[in-house]
């Protein structure tokens, strides 16, 4: 399996209190509750974490873009990997990823990654994601038209990537008179391109499609959905007529490791509800604005969530019991790991080991033991 | 008598239609919650009228053109949807998004237009004047932030929903955010063009609307040249459900039928 060290940065010191205050840890949470201090603080903490891992062996490192949320410090993600780029000299730096319907000029995603590219001589991954549903309120972008300008916004970094410029773009949210890429990528024809998603068969069907072959990573699921949609990508490439790869296939998961059970739920408790119920919890429509997803998705979704009933918190413990996270001895998490590789054929796994208000100290010891006792029984 | 449901089509698109009363013709253009039932006002209004109320195309059981993109769009459709009534002239009435897309219509053509009756309409933005934020609202409080009256609130959430009532709010609320999101219920050109509005015209808002600040009222009366402005007191976004008699008074004295 190929590994990343993935990264939210999360902003630890947020008051909790405070932001039950209010609807979300996003848009809307005022900016007051953040000191510069603490966060400058922050930042060199989970630089220092993202650099660590490639001595520890991780293959990826990767950073990612979201806005205006204590969820995540990375409004801008390729600063922090240019700045991955110049402490780091093996490991490929994966930005996953930018929400391209979010920009009105796409071309610039195209000229930073290709920079990024140059500046490592060819280490870059990209990402293209659509970003979650609070970024239509923090940008006012329209998400009725997200998919459109996604598929759009796609295709012009692809072919600025790809094809002799100038060339002119003409689109539906799209048109430029001169698409002209300086720097071209390192990479031929282009860096490797990811698909982070919460699955949609839509998006599925598309990234599979032969002429890309895009691998798919499932977010933050639980071990069915994980597997439910990376055996539908399997099913979609055979019916393209290819066996997908185990590189075309993964899932991101905060996993926590100790030397036994007990004492890992123990310490990554906090960490865990957190992240889910106080950073990531976000009232329907925040989340799930009209025309984010296909009409019928939704209907389904709300369908679904009216099942639930009543949103409450979620505990570590049911995270665990349905393999939204990982948490164990490294027997457990070996195992947990390597049944649901063997259940989808997935080669990539992304890891998620600081999470939430996980201290800088249990991160370290996490991705200590991760790296020794996990990682190396699940290489090739 | 409630109004008869029928379907009616122009061009190639086919919209769901209430019909009711005889009298001059008077067209209501509904909001973005899409086509009420055939509510007290209408009753009221088809006492002397001949009134139609088209559901847009994309709410509904209408179709769904891929054409309309944004209200200008159509407003281009009911241009239209005016030129194939079979009347010399109508008297236009709008709802909020209703009122947006009549003010559209009126400032590319007023020929097919009498009147112009605009109910808390969207369409302009007035700086510092924030419009309230209908798409952040929870289910409970976009119901509640549109009536000062909060029995009329408690009624409308203790009704129940049918699955199928359920999918057409949701398909009415993708149409709302394709049209309304972004810019967030206005188009910056309209205001530029109101003067060209030549028709008489009255602008109704509640005292207490939540989603657009009566402030608006002020801002259409100064730019619509022949506009009469009534503000409504103890009333929110929706006079027509909120305050009929006075709402269906002003317009009957308007169209000169009271």
């Given at each position: 399996?190929?590994?990343t060290f993935?990264?939210?940065?999360?902003?630890?010191?947020?008051?909790?209190?405070e932001?039950?205050?209010?609807?979300a840890?996003w848009?809307?949470?005022?900016?007051?509750?953040?000191?510069?201090?603490?966060?400058?603080?922050?930042?060199?903490?989970y630089?220092?974490?993202?650099?660590?891992?490639?001595?520890?062996?991780?293959?990826?490192i990767?950073?990612?873009?979201?806005h205006?949320?204590?969820?995540?410090?990375?409004?801008?993600?390729?600063?922090?990997?240019?700045n991955?780029i110049?402490?780091?000299?093996?490991?490929?730096?994966?930005?996953?990823?930018?929400?391209?319907p979010?920009?009105?000029?796409p071309?610039?995603?195209?000229?930073?990654?290709?920079?990024?590219?140059?500046l490592s001589?060819g280490?870059?991954?990209t990402g293209?994601?659509?970003?979650?549903?609070?970024?239509?309120?923090?940008t006012g972008?329209?998400?009725?038209?997200?998919h459109?300008?996604?598929?759009?916004a796609?295709d012009?970094?692809?072919?600025?990537?790809?094809?002799?410029?100038?060339?002119?773009?003409?689109?539906?949210?799209?048109?430029?008179?001169?698409?002209?890429?300086?720097?071209?990528p390192y990479?031929?024809?282009?860096?490797p391109?990811?698909?982070?998603?919460q699955?949609s068969?839509?998006?599925?069907?598309?990234?599979?499609?032969?002429?890309?072959?895009?691998?798919?990573l499932?977010?933050?699921?639980?071990?069915?959905?994980?597997?439910r949609?990376?055996?539908?990508?399997?099913?979609q490439?055979?019916?393209?007529?290819?066996?997908?790869?185990?590189?075309?296939l993964?899932?991101a998961?905060?996993?926590?490791?100790?030397?036994?059970?007990?004492r890992?739920?123990k310490?990554?408790?906090?960490?865990?509800?957190?992240?889910f119920?106080?950073?990531l919890?976000t009232?329907?429509?925040?989340?799930?604005?009209?025309?984010?997803?296909?009409?019928s998705?939704?209907?389904?979704?709300?369908?679904?969530?009216?099942?639930l009933?009543?949103?409450?918190?979620?505990?570590a413990?049911?995270?665990?019991?349905?393999?939204t996270?990982?948490?164990?001895?490294?027997?457990?998490?070996?195992?947990?790991?390597?049944?649901?590789?063997?259940a989808t054929?997935?080669?990539?796994?992304?890891?998620?080991?600081?999470?939430g208000?996980?201290?800088?100290?249990?991160?370290r010891r996490?991705?200590?033991?991760?790296?020794?006792e996990?990682?190396?029984?699940?290489?090739? | 008598?409630?109004?008869?449901?029928?379907?009616?089509k122009?061009r190639?698109?086919?919209?769901?239609?209430l019909?009711?009363?005889?009298?001059p013709?008077?067209v209501f253009?509904?909001?973005?919650?899409?086509?009420?039932?055939?509510?007290?006002?209408?009753?009221?209004l088809a006492?002397?009228?001949?009134l139609?109320?088209?559901?847009?195309?994309?709410y509904g059981?209408?179709?769904n053109?891929?054409w309309?993109?944004?209200?200008?769009d159509?407003?281009?459709?009911?241009l239209d949807?005016?030129?194939?009534l079979?009347?010399?002239?109508v008297?236009?009435?709008g709802?909020?998004?209703g009122?947006?897309?009549?003010?559209?219509?009126?400032?590319?053509?007023?020929?097919?237009?009498?009147?112009?009756?605009?109910?808390?309409?969207a369409g302009?933005?007035?700086?510092g004047?924030?419009?309230?934020?209908?798409?952040?609202?929870?289910a409970?409080?976009?119901?509640?932030?549109?009536?000062?009256?909060?029995?009329?609130?408690?009624?409308?959430?203790?009704?129940p929903?049918?699955?199928?009532?359920?999918d057409?709010?949701?398909?009415n609320?993708?149409?709302?955010?394709?049209?309304?999101?972004?810019?967030?219920?206005?188009?910056?050109?309209l205001?530029?063009?109101?003067?060209?509005?030549?028709?008489?015209?009255?602008?109704?808002w509640?005292?207490?609307?939540?989603?657009?600040?009566?402030?608006?009222?002020?801002?259409?009366?100064?730019?619509?040249p022949?506009?009469?402005?009534?503000i409504?007191?103890?009333?929110?976004h929706?006079?027509?459900?909120e305050?009929?008699?006075?709402?269906?008074?002003?317009?009957?004295?308007?169209?000169?039928?009271?």
């Amino acid at each position: 399996m190929q590994f990343t060290f993935f990264h939210l940065m999360p902003y630890r010191p947020l008051d909790m209190a405070e932001r039950h205050k209010h609807r979300a840890a996003w848009v809307v949470l005022p900016n007051n509750l953040y000191d510069p201090k603490k966060g400058a603080d922050e930042y060199q903490s989970y630089i220092d974490q993202l650099v660590y891992s490639e001595k520890l062996d991780f293959d990826v490192i990767a950073v990612n873009e979201h806005h205006q949320t204590a969820y995540g410090m990375m409004p801008a993600p390729n600063l922090i990997a240019a700045n991955l780029i110049a402490r780091t000299s093996k490991a490929k730096i994966a930005i996953l990823g930018r929400a391209l319907p979010l920009v009105n000029n796409p071309i610039n995603i195209a000229e930073e990654f290709a920079m990024l590219d140059n500046l490592s001589r060819g280490r870059i991954i990209t990402g293209f994601v659509r970003g979650i549903g609070n970024e239509y309120h923090a940008t006012g972008i329209n998400p009725f038209f997200s998919h459109e300008r996604y598929q759009e916004a796609h295709d012009l970094i692809v072919r600025a990537w790809t094809k002799p410029g100038p060339f002119p773009f003409e689109g539906e949210h799209y048109n430029f008179r001169y698409v002209n890429c300086w720097p071209r990528p390192y990479q031929q024809p282009h860096p490797p391109i990811w698909i982070p998603s919460q699955g949609s068969s839509e998006t599925i069907k598309w990234a599979a499609a032969p002429e890309r072959k895009y691998p798919f990573l499932v977010t933050f699921s639980a071990r069915d959905l994980v597997a439910r949609y990376l055996n539908l990508y399997r099913e979609q490439a055979k019916q393209y007529g290819y066996e997908a790869s185990p590189d075309q296939l993964g899932w991101a998961s905060p996993v926590y490791v100790a030397d036994t059970d007990e004492r890992a739920r123990k310490e990554a408790k906090a960490g865990v509800e957190t992240l889910f119920n106080d950073f990531l919890a976000t009232p329907f429509q925040m989340l799930l604005p009209p025309g984010y997803m296909s009409l019928s998705s939704m209907k389904n979704t709300i369908r679904m969530r009216k099942a639930l009933g009543a949103q409450r918190r979620l505990t570590a413990d049911e995270l665990i019991e349905n393999g939204t996270v990982v948490v164990g001895s490294p027997r457990t998490v070996r195992e947990e790991i390597s049944r649901l590789r063997d259940a989808t054929g997935a080669g990539k796994l992304v890891t998620m080991l600081q999470f939430g208000v996980l201290s800088d100290e249990l991160t370290r010891r996490n991705m200590e033991m991760f790296a020794s006792e996990v990682m190396p029984h699940l290489r090739n | 008598m409630p109004g008869t449901e029928t379907r009616h089509k122009v061009r190639d698109v086919s919209v769901r239609m209430l019909r009711g009363g005889s009298g001059p013709p008077v067209v209501f253009l509904h909001g973005a919650n899409g086509l009420p039932q055939w509510l007290p006002f209408f009753e009221l209004l088809a006492a002397t009228c001949d009134l139609r109320i088209p559901e847009h195309p994309g709410y509904g059981t209408s179709d769904n053109p891929p054409w309309v993109r944004n209200v200008g769009d159509l407003a281009m459709y009911y241009l239209d949807f005016l030129d194939g009534l079979g009347s010399d002239k109508v008297h236009l009435i709008g709802q909020s998004l209703g009122g947006w897309t009549a003010a559209e219509v009126a400032v590319r053509n007023c020929a097919r237009i009498a009147s112009l009756t605009l109910l808390a309409p969207a369409g302009i933005r007035v700086k510092g004047e924030l419009c309230g934020d209908n798409f952040i609202w929870d289910a409970e409080e976009s119901v509640r932030n549109l009536y000062y009256d909060q029995k009329i609130a408690d009624q409308m959430l203790a009704m129940p929903v049918s699955d199928e009532q359920a999918d057409i709010m949701l398909g009415n609320r993708f149409t709302t955010t394709k049209l309304g999101w972004e810019p967030r219920w206005y188009n910056p050109s309209l205001e530029r063009w109101l003067h060209r509005i030549t028709v008489p015209t009255l602008v109704i808002w509640g005292e207490n609307d939540k989603l657009f600040p009566v402030s608006y009222a002020r801002r259409w009366g100064e730019l619509v040249p022949n506009c009469r402005v009534e503000i409504v007191p103890q009333c929110g976004h929706v006079p027509a459900i909120e305050k009929p008699d006075l709402t269906a008074k002003k317009i009957l004295e308007l169209i000169g039928r009271s």
